[in-house]
């Protein structure tokens, strides 16, 4: 299932509990943007023990992002043979949520077509969301995978 720019915009101001994004970009681009809310992931981290305590989580909605829609919808795919439930991607990527959020215009030629909500909600949404990116680059707190228990009888 895709989710819109919009609708994540959205979710993201509203500070949506249910709501968890896997990021498939690379970790340099994941510290230099981080999302709130998000978990930085590999394809080949899908496969992990630990990536099954994080992405099944009763009633969390799973967006995956990457720079571009089709990144995150291969990854997607991943999981969801691995029995991951409650998948979604960003529709066009995080560079069409740049386009589109982040750096609104509304003179954009484009822009015009929007209605009035739209607008007015982009306008806001391309204010409020730099700052929660800001205020969860700061908050990012490493992952540590769980280290195998040596020695015994």
Excluded: W
Aim: proline share 4%; net charge positive.
């Amino acid at each position: 299932q895709l989710i819109t720019s919009d609708e994540l915009a959205f979710r993201l101001l509203d500070k949506d509990k249910n709501l968890q994004i896997i990021d498939m970009r690379t970790p340099k681009e994941f510290k230099d943007m981080t999302f709130p809310r998000s978990k930085s992931f590999t394809v080949e981290g899908l496969f992990e023990k630990f990536a099954d305590k994080i992405i099944n989580i009763k009633k969390k909605e799973n967006v995956f992002i990457a720079n571009d829609e089709l990144t995150a919808k291969k990854a997607a795919i991943v999981a969801d043979k691995l029995g991951f439930n409650n998948i979604f991607v960003l529709k066009g990527g995080v560079n069409e949520f740049t386009k589109e959020i982040l750096n609104y215009n509304p003179n954009d030629v484009v822009a015009h077509n929007h209605n009035d909500a739209t607008k007015r909600f982009r306008l806001k949404a391309s204010i409020m969301i730099p700052k929660l990116i800001e205020e969860s680059k700061n908050s990012i707190v490493p992952d540590k995978k769980p280290k195998r228990v040596l020695g015994g009888c």
